[in-house]
């Protein structure tokens, strides 16, 4: 059960921010996850609202490799509620079973392609040091180019935040949704 009541619908805010709740309705389907808690402050979750749509839809980085990023930042949050929402999104991008259970035990991704590998472990760098070694973001640079690198970087910080939210209120994975382990 969450710290603090989630929001589920306009009934839970003031009816000036009741266009906010028809945003993340129209994003979401429903209001959940994260967009529960942020809609106690309407305000930042429409600006938030905004980079879900820009990762979504106008991201120069494939959702396969940005759900690589986004997932091994999840994963080092432990947020079980994310990661379980961005399970379904990876399998969508067409990220192989393989990769999620190699990211979700916290693996060696050295087996994996170089695109791939390099994702992770920049990620994973980001997360655990808040640096990244300087082979690695070259790697990727020189691979992808500097707008690739930025925008991979935004949305790996974006879910790391996400995560956190979740995690400070306590909000629960959805049930039968993809599990972290114990």
């Known amino acids: 059960m969450p710290r603090i009541p989630p929001v589920t619908g306009k009934a839970d805010v003031a009816p000036e921010y009741h266009a906010v709740v028809d945003q993340v309705l129209a994003v979401f389907g429903n209001v959940r996850g994260p967009f529960s808690i ?32 986004i997932l091994a930042a999840v994963r080092e949050r432990e947020a079980a509620y994310v990661w379980s929402a961005q399970v379904g999104a990876a399998r969508r991008a067409g990220v192989p079973e393989s990769t999620i259970d190699l990211l979700r035990a916290k693996g060696d991704p050295s087996g994996l392609p170089a695109e791939q590998r390099d994702i992770i472990v920049y990620t994973r760098q980001l997360m655990r040091t808040n640096r990244v070694d300087e082979a690695v973001f070259d790697a990727l640079r020189e691979r992808f180019g500097v707008q690739w690198l930025v925008e991979l970087t935004a949305a790996a910080n974006y879910f790391a935040f996400l995560s956190g939210m979740v995690n400070a209120f306590e909000v629960p994975a959805p049930e039968g949704g993809d599990r972290l382990p114990a």
């Open 38 to 69: 942020l809609l106690h402050s309407p305000k930042l979750a429409e600006r938030l609202l905004r980079l879900v749509t820009f990762n979504r839809d106008e991201s120069v980085v494939p959702g396969n490799l940005r759900s690589l990023a």
